[in-house]
């Protein structure tokens, strides 16, 4: 039998980890997500970007506050490859691109100095 939960249930898994990681900080890398979240991240750090927050789950989906722009300055240039975000004991890895990624960013170019801003981030509960 499969477990669901209902809308309540939800959000309060959603708005629980992104209570925990509204601060957090999103590492972009190049080359290829590691297997696991638990895995030590691979790749060249290109920026950090330091989240605003989430706004509050609704039907278990909780979207990341962008104003004002969540950015930051590239630290080395390359090809972002994926993402990790982090507050040091919790991580959530995901794909990073400029559509139809878990972490949606202006470019995926990234060039050492350069601004580079997340423009999309939905932490999302199943029923």
Do not use: E, H
Request: glycine share 10%; charged share 5%; aromatic share 4%.
């Amino acid at each position: 039998m499969t477990i669901r939960f209902n809308t309540a249930t939800r959000d309060l898994i959603t708005n629980a980890i992104t209570a925990t990681m509204g601060s957090a900080t999103l590492k972009i890398y190049t080359g290829t997500q590691p297997a696991t979240a638990a895995t030590a991240a691979t790749g060249t750090l290109l920026v950090d970007i330091v989240l605003a927050g989430f706004n509050a789950s609704t039907t278990g989906v909780a979207t990341l506050v962008t104003s004002p722009p969540v950015q930051g300055i590239a630290v080395a240039t390359g090809t972002a490859g994926w993402a990790r975000l982090t507050d040091l004991t919790n991580n959530i890895d995901g794909s990073v691109g400029t559509s139809a990624t878990d972490f949606i960013i202006n470019t995926v170019s990234i060039v050492s100095g350069g601004m580079v801003t997340l423009t999309n981030c939905t932490i999302t509960q199943p029923a």
